[in-house]
C-alpha cells in the first residue's frame, strides 16, 4: 500500500468570508502563506517519494513552500482540483439561499449526487480524486507520497480509503495546512462507495 500524505491548501480569503471557492482561482491569504511555512517546516526531514498538487494557486501555492523544505519538485495533477461548484462560486451561503432558493437546513436527498447548478456532484470528485490517487499508488507502491488538493477532494479520499459513503464527505474536510495520512492500494478505484 501507498501511503499517501494528504494536505489541504492554507487559507485564503474566500476561507475566512465563507465563500463557496470550488475552482475559483483563489491565491492564499497572509495567514496562509504562514500556515504553509509552519506546515513545511514540520515536514522537513520527512522522507517523501513524490509531491503532487492541484494546478489551482492556493494548493500550488502550499506545494511550492513544502517542496522547498522536502527537497521534492511539484507534479501537477489537474484532477485533484476542488469540486466544480458552478454558479455558486465566489458567493456567500446566504447569497445561494436568496438567488437559488436553496434551503441548506433540509439534508440533499442524495448528499453525494446532488450539485449546484453547472457544478459537479462529490460522485463525479471522488471518482476522477480516486483514479488520481489509485495512479499515484501504482507509480510509488508501498510509498509516502504528499497530495496537496482541497478540503472536498481530499475528504473524497479519507471516505473511499476509509470504506465510508460519500454521504458522510462533509464530516471529514480536514483543517487548512494539517496533513493526515491514509493507506492507498492500487485498486482503489474499484472501491467508492457511493
Not at 17 to 43: C, I, K, M, T
Not at 86 to 111: A, I
Not at 128 to 153: E, K, M, Y
Not at 173 to 187: G, M, Q, R, T, Y
Request: negative net charge; charged residues 25%; glycine residues 6%.
Amino acid at each position: 500500500m501507498t501511503e499517501l500524505w494528504l494536505v489541504r491548501h492554507g487559507q485564503t480569503d474566500w476561507n475566512v468570508e465563507g465563500r463557496f471557492q470550488g475552482q475559483s482561482d483563489v491565491p492564499l491569504n497572509a495567514s496562509g502563506l504562514a500556515q504553509a511555512r509552519e506546515l513545511a517546516a514540520e515536514l522537513n526531514g520527512h522522507q517523501f517519494s513524490a509531491l503532487y498538487s492541484s494546478d489551482l494557486k492556493r494548493a500550488y501555492q502550499t506545494a511550492e513552500i513544502i517542496a522547498s523544505k522536502v527537497g521534492l519538485s511539484i507534479r501537477v495533477d489537474r484532477r485533484l482540483r476542488e469540486i466544480c461548484q458552478g454558479e455558486w462560486e465566489g458567493l456567500l451561503l446566504d447569497e445561494v439561499r436568496q438567488r437559488f432558493d436553496h434551503d441548506f437546513s433540509v439534508p440533499y436527498h442524495d448528499t453525494a449526487r446532488s450539485r449546484a447548478p453547472g457544478g459537479e456532484s462529490v460522485v463525479e470528485v471522488a471518482d476522477r480524486v480516486t483514479q488520481a490517487a489509485n495512479d499515484i499508488a501504482l507509480a510509488f507502491p508501498a510509498q509516502p507520497v504528499l497530495i496537496v488538493s482541497h478540503g472536498l477532494a481530499l475528504a473524497t479520499l479519507v471516505c473511499t480509503a476509509a470504506n465510508l459513503p460519500l454521504s458522510e464527505v462533509y464530516s471529514h474536510i480536514p483543517d487548512n495546512a494539517h496533513p493526515l495520512s491514509v493507506e492507498w492500494p492500487p485498486d482503489m478505484v474499484d472501491k467508492i462507495k457511493k
